[in-house]
């Protein structure tokens, strides 16, 4: 790959963060240590989350929460089609069920509307929604939550997308209308970690639950124990757990970057608003994903809305198009009805709204190292391969 080629997005990574592995490396600690608990400490703060608890990566944070919550054989989570694997998937490790929720065909989010429609569909076992904040946009939480406890659901926001963004005046991840949130730090999300996670919560009861579940199931606090309290060794298993934890190799590369959010969430609002003015001059051929109101966004993907049809040119033409122009693309994402093991175990779905974004959807490059002038080379390249 040319040294000039845009991928749709990658870490960025500073001296400061080596410096931060090094430090990690040459300490006593390399698996779960005090950079996890500094880590876990600085989240809270940059979420205005009481608790936060980091894991292994995204998908052990959605499978922690909802197990942390109960969820269980009998159950059916309520999950937006448009969204990566692992948001269903978590429901399933738990032993429960899902029912795919539509989505607005402007915006790929779930709203208040399409969640009663689920609902009715998902009948009295509906146990759990996860609205996912698709591309660092945010769902309107209070108009969820509201649905929601109406009809006795546990909320868990998928954010993964979303660290740095804030809706209504409150960071995403602070859970005000949520039971837990979750967050990944994957390469290509706002911060990197390689991989990691973590579960932001309000109940304390709930964040005691993850922290024995994401190491075994095992207590070593002696004021939980059945016994051997004065015994120094002495731990219990009291629920089955895995070993989902986060190393301080990991936590110490994202708390590195942590102290960077802001920097950043300017970068990627910078080159949103650069893709936006570009692209002003392809409509309506080519737009920008609708934006949610109330909302100041860290946007973790530039996705854009073709009307490929229009344009005479497909969708796999296009990608493979930019890609020879050194460009790389993404479509977030395949509606998760039509994976093979759904659509064996659920039968075959169409969901209008899911499926009009899907069509139209394309995710441009967008990264916080990205060059400022990227977003003209892009749009340039689409003018030319669509004629427009």
Same mark, same amino acid.
């Given at each position: 790959?040319?040294?000039?080629?845009?991928?749709?997005?990658?870490?960025?990574?500073?001296?400061?963060?080596?410096?931060?592995?090094?430090?990690?490396?040459?300490?006593?600690?390399?698996?779960?240590?005090?950079?996890?608990?500094?880590?876990?400490?600085?989240?809270?703060?940059?979420?205005?989350?009481?608790?936060?608890?980091?894991?292994?990566?995204?998908?052990?944070?959605?499978?922690?929460?909802? +197990?942390?919550?109960?969820?269980? $054989?009998?159950?059916? @989570?309520? &999950?937006? !089609?448009? /969204?990566? %694997?692992? #948001?269903?998937?978590? +429901?399933?490790?738990?032993?429960? $069920?899902?029912?795919? @929720?539509? &989505?607005? !065909?402007? /915006?790929? %989010?779930? #709203?208040?509307?399409?969640?009663?429609?689920?609902?009715?569909?998902?009948?009295?076992?509906?146990?759990?929604?996860?609205?996912?904040?698709?591309?660092?946009?945010?769902?309107?939480?209070?108009?969820?939550?509201?649905?929601?406890?109406?009809?006795?659901?546990?909320?868990?926001?998928?954010?993964?997308?979303?660290?740095?963004?804030?809706?209504?005046?409150?960071?995403?991840?602070?859970?005000?209308?949520?039971?837990?949130?979750?967050?990944?730090?994957?390469?290509?999300?706002?911060?990197?970690?390689?991989?990691?996670?973590?579960?932001?919560?309000?109940?304390?009861?709930?964040?005691?639950?993850?922290?024995?579940?994401?190491?075994?199931?095992?207590?070593?606090?002696?004021?939980?124990?059945?016994?051997?309290?004065?015994?120094?060794?002495?731990?219990?298993?009291?629920?089955?757990?895995?070993?989902?934890?986060?190393?301080?190799?990991?936590?110490?590369?994202?708390?590195?970057?942590?102290?960077?959010?802001?920097?950043?969430?300017?970068?990627?609002?910078?080159?949103?608003?650069?893709?936006?003015?570009?692209?002003?001059?392809?409509?309506?051929?080519?737009?920008?994903?609708?934006?949610?109101?109330?909302?100041?966004?860290?946007?973790?993907?530039?996705?854009?809305?073709?009307?490929?049809?229009?344009?005479?040119?497909?969708?796999?033409?296009?990608?493979?198009?930019?890609?020879?122009?050194?460009?790389?693309?993404?479509?977030?994402?395949?509606?998760?009805?039509?994976?093979?093991?759904?659509?064996?175990?659920?039968?075959?779905?169409?969901?209008?709204?899911?499926?009009?974004?899907?069509?139209?959807?394309?995710?441009?490059?967008?990264?916080?190292?990205?060059?400022?002038?990227?977003?003209?080379?892009?749009?340039?390249?689409?003018?030319?391969?669509?004629?427009?």
């Amino acid at each position: 790959m040319s040294d000039n080629f845009l991928p749709y997005g990658r870490q960025s990574i500073a001296e400061d963060d080596i410096e931060a592995v090094v430090d990690v490396l040459k300490s006593d600690w390399l698996t779960t240590g005090p950079a996890v608990s500094d880590f876990e400490t600085a989240f809270r703060s940059a979420t205005a989350a009481p608790h936060a608890l980091a894991c292994s990566n995204g998908t052990t944070a959605l499978h922690l929460a909802l +197990a942390g919550l109960g969820i269980g $054989e009998g159950d059916v @989570c309520i &999950v937006p !089609a448009i /969204t990566f %694997l692992a #948001t269903a998937n978590a +429901a399933l490790f738990c032993g429960a $069920e899902v029912v795919f @929720c539509d &989505v607005d !065909a402007d /915006t790929g %989010l779930m #709203t208040q509307a399409h969640l009663e429609e689920a609902l009715g569909r998902a009948g009295d076992r509906a146990a759990a929604v996860l609205p996912v904040h698709l591309a660092g946009q945010a769902v309107d939480m209070a108009a969820i939550s509201s649905i929601a406890r109406t009809a006795q659901l546990r909320v868990v926001e998928d954010a993964c997308h979303a660290l740095g963004t804030v809706h209504a005046g409150l960071p995403v991840g602070a859970c005000h209308h949520s039971d837990a949130a979750t967050f990944s730090f994957h390469p290509v999300k706002t911060i990197a970690a390689g991989e990691g996670g973590m579960v932001t919560t309000r109940d304390a009861v709930l964040a005691e639950r993850i922290a024995r579940l994401r190491s075994h199931g095992m207590e070593r606090s002696p004021e939980h124990l059945e016994r051997g309290a004065d015994q120094p060794w002495w731990y219990e298993m009291q629920s089955l757990g895995w070993n989902y934890r986060l190393t301080d190799i990991q936590a110490a590369l994202a708390r590195s970057q942590l102290k960077r959010l802001d920097q950043f969430k300017r970068a990627r609002q910078a080159l949103a608003q650069r893709y936006d003015e570009a692209l002003a001059e392809l409509a309506p051929h080519i737009l920008p994903i609708q934006r949610t109101p109330d909302t100041a966004s860290c946007l973790h993907l530039y996705p854009v809305r073709i009307d490929f049809e229009a344009v005479g040119v497909t969708r796999a033409e296009l990608m493979n198009a930019l890609r020879q122009r050194g460009i790389g693309t993404q479509v977030h994402y395949i509606p998760l009805y039509k994976q093979p093991f759904y659509r064996q175990r659920y039968g075959q779905t169409a969901l209008d709204g899911a499926e009009r974004y899907y069509v139209r959807t394309l995710s441009l490059p967008l990264y916080a190292g990205l060059d400022a002038d990227a977003p003209d080379r892009v749009v340039n390249a689409l003018s030319e391969v669509l004629g427009l």
